[in-house]
């Protein structure tokens, strides 16, 4: 395991894409991450906690200091990985997480961090 993967715990690989669940199980999270969440390697902790859970979706840095993505996957994947958000490691704390539902996006096979 890479130091950087040790540290954020991350997938062993970063696969390009992700098989996506089946739609009729899939289920779609919104999220907004607040606290020490930017400049500390949350944006590539997510994405690499989600593609090794099999999960697709996004994450993106926002003006105001908070961090917006979309999840999508297995309901309780979602949740496992949410948990793990609101844990952080040694330089994350997310003092405050909102999450709401959206619908699920057909065909998607990636998760991305975008700017």
Same mark, same amino acid.
């Given at each position: 395991?890479?130091?950087?993967? &040790? !540290? ?16 009729? &199980? ?6 907004? @991450?607040?606290? %020490? ?5 949350? %944006? ?9 859970? /099999?999960?697709? =979706? ?5 003006? $105001? /200091? ?15 990985? !949410? @948990?793990?958000?609101?844990?952080? &490691? ?5 003092? &405050?997480?909102?999450?709401? $539902?959206?619908?699920?996006?057909? =065909?998607?096979?990636?998760?991305? !961090?975008?700017?």
């Amino acid at each position: 395991m890479s130091f950087w993967r &040790n !540290i954020f715990g991350g997938a062993a690989e970063d696969a390009e894409t992700v098989e996506p669940v089946n739609i009729e &199980n899939a289920v779609r999270k919104a999220g907004r @991450a607040e606290g %020490r969440v930017q400049g500390v390697g949350f %944006r590539f902790f997510v994405q690499s906690n989600a593609k090794s859970m /099999g999960l697709t =979706g996004w994450v993106k840095n926002m003006s $105001d /200091g908070s961090v917006t993505m979309e999840l999508q996957g297995e309901p309780q994947t979602i949740e496992r990985l !949410i @948990a793990k958000i609101k844990r952080g &490691n040694d330089w994350i704390k997310v003092t &405050n997480f909102e999450e709401s $539902d959206l619908p699920v996006v057909k =065909g998607e096979n990636k998760f991305a !961090i975008r700017y």
